[in-house]
Each structure stands twice: as C-alpha cells, then as structure tokens.
C-alpha cells in the first residue's frame, strides 16, 4: 500500500503557513495586548535510532524541522503540522546511509504555569515517515515500502525572550515508525530538538 500522505501534509502545512497569519491579522483588531495564537517555530534536531533490529547497532541522524501550532482559545490545546528531515552516513560496517523525513501532525497540550515565562507543553503527533538511502536499499529483499505510518509522543519547554520570540529550549519525544526490516518491522528512536519559536 502506498502512501500519500506526505504531500498532503506538505501541501496542508504550506498553505497554513501562508494564510493563517494573515487571516489573523484581517479578522483580529490590532492591539499591543492581544493574545498571540499562532506559533513558526524551526529548530536543529537529533535522532537515536538502531539498527540491525535487536541489537544495538546505534546511529545517529541529524537535521531540522520545522513546526506550525495555532491555539485552539479558549482551551489549553494547539493544532500542530511538523516537517522533520535528518540524515546518517556511514551506518554499520557496510557504510549504508539514510535520509529520513517525516511529516506528522496532531495535537499539543500547554502546561498551565504561573510565569509567563516559561512554556512547557506535550504533544501527540501522527503522519507519515520517508525512508532513502542505500540502508533502506540494501535491505535483503529490499523494502518494498518506503513511506510508512509514524507516531511521534513527547513534550518540550519554550522560554520566552521577547512577546513575538521564544527560545524552544529542548523538545524531547519518542519516536516510531514500522519500516520493513525482515525482524519485527518496528523502530523506536530518541528524537530531541532545540531551536526558535515565532508567535504571531
């Protein structure tokens, strides 16, 4: 079965990123005290991922992602869209590499704090991930799908610097997807992230 889920989820996120702030903007008045609703954030992330499966052949994957919230007031919750992508060279002893990208959505819970200062939240993220590269290539038979279903659950901490800027101090989740891999066609990663949120 293939997906395609991706490209929707890319098309769904571009769109969003274009209009929402401007439709905030022409529906809203302009007030230095309105409540901020909608949040570009982009940040560095790392991935801990493994393979063989049931060992610890352990890589490493590296990249960025970029995320669009918008508050659902009066509530405490966030709609989320999330564009991840990171890579990893020279894998195991045969030197595979692999190209992941993952496109998810989903809903985000913010934690009620005293301070303004600092944002903590949890989310839960659904969508689809991408496999490339010679490890996802080289598999014997090679994998027949390359884009699977993918889960991402976590939660992470905002520290607010100025009333538009926040520094996304770490975003920590776990994160699976179900590539064929003759074993159990499961993978389990540690997935962190740091970077800048925009509010709007």
Request: proline share 10%.
């Given at each position: 079965m293939r997906l395609t889920i991706p490209h929707s989820l890319a098309l769904l996120m571009a769109v969003a990123l274009v209009t929402s702030p401007a439709a905030a903007a022409q529906t809203q008045p302009s007030s230095a005290g309105q409540p901020l609703r909608s949040e570009l954030a982009f940040d560095y992330t790392y991935i801990r991922s493994n393979a063989p499966p049931g060992g610890c052949g352990c890589f490493n994957l590296n990249g960025g992602s970029g995320s669009y919230a918008w508050d659902l007031r009066p509530t405490r919750f966030a709609l989320v869209g999330e564009v991840t992508g990171t890579h990893a060279g020279s894998i195991g002893s045969g030197a595979y590499n692999l190209t992941l990208t993952a496109y998810t959505a989903g809903v985000r819970y913010l934690v009620p704090v005293r301070g303004r200062a600092l944002r903590p939240f949890g989310q839960l993220l659904i969508g689809a991930a991408h496999g490339g590269g010679s490890l996802?290539?080289?598999?014997?038979?090679?994998a027949r799908e390359r884009t699977v279903f993918t889960a991402n659950l976590g939660g992470g901490l905002d520290l607010r610097v100025a009333r538009h800027f926040s520094i996304r101090l770490i975003d920590a989740s776990y994160l699976v997807s179900v590539f064929q891999n003759q074993v159990n066609?499961?993978?389990?990663?540690?997935?962190?992230s740091a970077?800048?949120?925009?509010?709007?």
């Open positions: 996802v290539e080289g598999t014997a038979p090679p066609d499961h993978q389990s990663n540690l997935r962190l970077g800048a949120a925009f509010r709007f």
